[in-house]
């Protein structure tokens, strides 16, 4: 019965074996939630037309998208 041995035969593997990186368990993800009414930073993909329109008016082009979204949400009626 033949089996393969425990530790390194020859010294290339023992040394190979000192600094093979160590497999660490992934943390398990913790689920945070945001805080109501604060801005989280996210990446959309809009039309250059669309985005033209907005920063036309100068600064604050971000909030002004968030007002159109904000009143589109709330004139939908929730199910």
Request: overall charge positive; aromatic content about 6%.
């Amino acid at each position: 019965m033949a089996t393969t041995p425990r530790r390194p035969v020859s010294a290339m593997d023992a040394a190979e074996a000192l600094f093979k990186p160590v497999k660490k368990p992934a943390a398990p993800a913790v689920e945070r939630r945001a805080l109501p009414e604060t801005k989280e930073l996210v990446s959309l993909k809009l039309d250059s037309a669309v985005l033209h329109y907005f920063q036309d008016d100068g600064p604050g082009w971000q909030d002004r998208i968030n007002d159109a979204l904000r009143t589109v949400m709330l004139a939908k009626p929730k199910d």
